[in-house]
């Protein structure tokens, strides 16, 4: 009975996949339910869970609907009209014009039955219009690199639907004359900002690095790990650009001798909103400004898409639905540890469970979880936060990082204590993780009798699934990376890059997370307690079964999901 109100909400294609068989009831509810949440299309969230790719979804819409099917790669740009539609409804309807004929216009669509987008465009057109069913990633890019080469004005995509939510107390305080003598409304400097962000977004970049040289000045996204420099303003514009965007961050534009620290927010629809955290440093040429990328709808992904093998998944659920112990997470500074931090926390997050985070800063944000930021200069550090949680009645505690002997004695005492307690720390692999805590001064018996598992992890370039090819290697070099003899069964072949449109000519597009899932098991608390070795723990692990960090890196490569270069380069310990 719970599931036809839900099904009634789903779009036509969704309900039409799920007739065919081709996705579960109930993956379509999560699907759709998930893409709601995220602000984008039905089409893009299942292709961001790979349930199915751009292509079996056209030609199933396709024949189903009885719409023709084209592949926009045999479409000219320069013939296509772009001013039959606006910007704004392509961009956000995902709608693209081919060509008119008298008064019809026949417009390019990933979903035939958005049948709200094609009454827009008929609407604005005065044009009967007619859809042809394309691949959605294909259209994406047509969309954008029409966008482009119209040169449109940004404030077409951005008003409305697109506007930037800033807390613009700072800006107000400020004084009237500051010595910056900046005019940080003037428009082009606003669009351009504007611009930068959102393309950021689209391209998938975790960071923005705007940098200023003696001779140049420079915009840099990261893109799946990677750093790639993306524009080169006018050098006179960067106080200007630093102006803006520390006024949208609510910091001090008029103090340029020392580093600020800041948020904004960039509202992209009624139902979805990006974080930024904005770093000021001064650099020998003027400020250079970092922005860190913080989407919530990373946390609500699921377990499934991060990338965790069956065992390691099981192993990890097993022991976050415990009612009490410690689970860590380690791995260095932008290894994913936050999201699989906050995903855990989001299928824990349910009404009767008090949930409390303290972090350095809070990157996600989450609702029905109480966050706090951690505040060193205040007194607001990670143990005094901790104390205060224990008297808050809590059922789930999230530590930020353990940095040191007193919060990790707290926390463990927390778990000690009938809580389930999370954090990071920044060690290689999971053996490591338990002497780290040896070494801090923690006593070998509370690690013992409070830690229950600790998961290792890096993220590594996923293939793109569009151009990658089989690549003949050296049987050699294969077994030097790691693989057994028995995994050269000659049942599969290792795949490389390639680049294509879609991946931007880098072969690569998303990431996969790369795991070593250790739970603590009694054996393993008889060596820490004898005080063993982290060599000791993890001859033990891997006599209990516990793949390290290279052999899942192997078994990724097996999959065809990453390269075998890639993951020799993210786990060379």
């Not at 990157?363 to 951690?374: A, H, K, S, T």
């Given at each position: 009975m ?5 099904s009634?909400?789903?779009?036509g294609?969704?309900?039409a996949?799920?007739q065919?068989n081709l996705l579960?009831q ?9 893409a709601?949440?995220?602000g984008?299309s039905?089409i893009?969230q299942?292709?961001?869970?790979k349930?199915l ?6 030609e ?7 719409f023709p099917?084209l592949?926009?790669?045999v479409v000219?740009l320069?013939s296509?009209?772009t001013k ?5 409804l ?6 693209l014009?081919l ?5 019809k216009?026949f417009?390019?669509i990933?979903d035939?039955?958005?049948?709200q987008?094609l ?7 005065s ?10 990633n294909?259209l994406g890019?047509?969309?954008e690199k ?5 040169g449109?004005?940004?404030?077409s ?5 697109i506007?930037l ?5 700072a800006?107000?305080?400020?004084p009237a ?7 940080v ?13 959102l393309?950021a977004i689209n391209?998938?970049?975790?960071d923005?690095?705007f940098?200023?040289y003696?001779k140049?000045?420079?915009v840099r996204?990261r893109v ?7 524009a ?7 106080e200007?650009?630093?102006?803006r965007?520390k006024?949208i ?5 008029s ?5 600020q620290d ?12 990006i974080d930024?955290?904005?770093s ?6 003027g400020?250079?400004i ?5 989407d ?13 093998e069956p065992a390691q998944?099981e ?8 009612p ?5 997470v380690?791995g ?6 936050t ?6 926390l989001?299928?824990l ?9 303290a972090?350095d ?13 951690v505040?060193e ?9 901790l104390?205060s ?13 353990i940095?040191d ?5 707290i926390?463990?005492k ?8 999370f ?5 290689n692999d ?17 690690i013992?009798?409070?830690?229950i ?11 793109c699934?569009?151009?990658k090819k089989p690549?003949d290697?050296p ?5 030097q ?21 879609t991946?931007?000519?880098s072969g ?8 070593q899932?250790?739970p ?7 060596i ?11 001859d033990?692990a ?6 390290d960090l ?5 078994l990724?490569?097996?999959q065809?999901?990453t ?5 020799e380069s993210v786990?060379n310990?």
């Amino acid at each position: 009975m719970a599931a036809s109100p839900s099904s009634t909400q789903l779009s036509g294609l969704a309900r039409a996949l799920v007739q065919h068989n081709l996705l579960p009831q109930t993956d379509a509810d999560n699907l759709q339910s998930q893409a709601n949440t995220a602000g984008i299309s039905f089409i893009q969230q299942v292709l961001l869970s790979k349930r199915l790719n751009a292509y079996q979804i056209a030609e199933f819409a396709s024949q189903t609907f009885g719409f023709p099917l084209l592949d926009l790669n045999v479409v000219d740009l320069a013939s296509i009209p772009t001013k039959a539609i606006d910007h704004k409804l392509m961009v956000s309807r995902r709608v693209l014009p081919l060509y008119k004929r008298g008064n019809k216009l026949f417009v390019a669509i990933s979903d035939p039955t958005n049948l709200q987008a094609l009454e827009e465009a008929k609407f604005q057109t005065s044009l009967a219009v007619d859809p042809i069913v394309v691949e959605d990633n294909k259209l994406g890019i047509y969309i954008e690199k029409t966008v482009e080469a119209s040169g449109a004005n940004l404030q077409s995509l951005v008003d409305d639907d697109i506007a930037l939510d800033m807390d613009t107390t700072a800006a107000a305080e400020e004084p009237a004359e500051s010595d910056t003598n900046v005019d940080v409304d003037d428009a082009p400097v606003v669009r351009y900002v504007q611009k930068v962000l959102l393309d950021a977004i689209n391209a998938g970049a975790s960071d923005i690095h705007f940098e200023p040289y003696e001779k140049f000045y420079r915009v840099r996204y990261r893109v799946d790990g990677m750093l790639k420099e993306v524009a080169q303003p006018p050098l006179a514009l960067k106080e200007k650009i630093a102006a803006r965007i520390k006024v949208i961050s609510s910091l001090d534009i008029s103090e340029k001798r020392v580093p600020q620290d800041g948020r904004m927010k960039l509202k992209l629809s009624g139902t979805r909103a990006i974080d930024f955290r904005v770093s000021t440093l001064p650099t020998l040429f003027g400020e250079k400004i970092v922005m860190r990328i913080l989407d919530p709808s990373s946390a609500t992904l699921g377990i499934d898409a991060l990338g965790y093998e069956p065992a390691q998944k099981e192993a990890l659920m097993s022991a976050i639905r415990r009612p009490y112990g410690m689970v860590l997470v380690t791995g260095p500074t932008g290894s994913g540890k936050t999201v699989s931090l906050y995903t855990c926390l989001n299928i824990l997050n349910e009404p009767g469970i008090n949930i409390s985070t303290a972090e350095d800063p809070a990157e996600i944000n989450l609702p029905g979880i109480n966050q706090v930021n951690v505040n060193e200069k205040a007194g607001l550090t990670f143990s005094a936060a901790l104390k205060s949680f224990l008297r808050q009645d809590p059922d789930i505690i999230m530590v930020g990082e353990i940095r040191d002997l007193e919060t990790a004695d707290i926390a463990i005492k927390a778990a000690q204590t009938g809580h389930m307690v999370f954090s990071t720390l920044h060690t290689n692999d999971a053996p490591t993780t338990l002497t780290r805590l040896m070494n801090m001064g923690v006593a070998p018996f509370n690690i013992a009798s409070s830690v229950i598992l600790i998961t290792a992890q890096r993220l590594a370039r996923r293939l793109c699934s569009g151009c990658k090819k089989p690549v003949d290697l050296p049987r050699d070099a294969l077994l030097q990376a790691g693989f057994s003899e028995e995994d050269l069964d000659g049942s599969w072949k290792p795949y490389g890059p390639v680049g294509c449109d879609t991946c931007k000519g880098s072969g690569y597009k998303g990431r996969v997370g790369i795991y070593q899932v250790m739970p603590i098991s009694e054996e393993t608390q008889r060596i820490i307690l004898s005080n063993g070795t982290a060599m000791d723990i993890a001859d033990q692990a891997q006599r209990e079964g516990v793949k390290d960090l290279r052999q899942s890196g192997l078994l990724k490569v097996k999959q065809g999901m990453t390269s075998l270069e890639e993951v020799e380069s993210v786990t060379n310990e």
